[in-house]
């Protein structure tokens, strides 16, 4: 049992001590936000903040966010009241097959918590982990841009 706060709420997911913070996410957490991509931290699409940094979920063991805060993209806003980020990645139309979105987003969030208006070279820099194979990235670069206006 690993018991932490994910997207604002205490939760206590009863885990097998092997899991990755991944399989506790969508397994027993029941979120299909972040994804498996590569299992190797080469891909960002399981990408979620632990105390607001990005961390990748499929090689942190569950058990090392005990006491900690998780969020996921389920956790960043709702479809009634959305992030702006993810109101400016849907007037941007940044997605393609939107995959990798998940992981995108949680790392630009963690991004504009640190700085409010990054240049393209700070977007670029904090995006670096994540591959998007749908080659979405301008659209989403002007996605993160709108987002700090």
Do not use: K
């Amino acid at each position: 049992m690993v018991q932490f706060t994910l997207n604002g709420a205490v939760v206590a997911l009863e885990v097998p001590d092997e899991a990755s913070l991944l399989q506790a996410l969508r397994g027993p957490g029941g979120l299909s936000g972040p994804r498996f991509g590569c299992g190797n931290e080469l891909c960002g699409c399981c990408m979620v903040l632990v105390e607001g940094v990005p961390r990748y979920a499929c090689t942190l063991g569950a058990g090392a966010v005990a006491g900690l805060a998780v969020v996921t993209v389920e956790g960043l806003g709702t479809p009634e009241a959305p992030h702006p980020l993810q109101a400016a990645f849907l007037a941007e139309q940044a997605g393609q097959c939107g995959y990798c979105l998940s992981g995108i987003l949680v790392s630009a969030a963690a991004l504009l918590e640190r700085d409010r208006s990054p240049d393209e070279d700070a977007i670029r820099a904090a995006l670096e982990p994540h591959l998007c194979r749908c080659g979405s990235h301008n659209r989403i670069i002007r996605a993160i841009q709108g987002a700090t206006t």
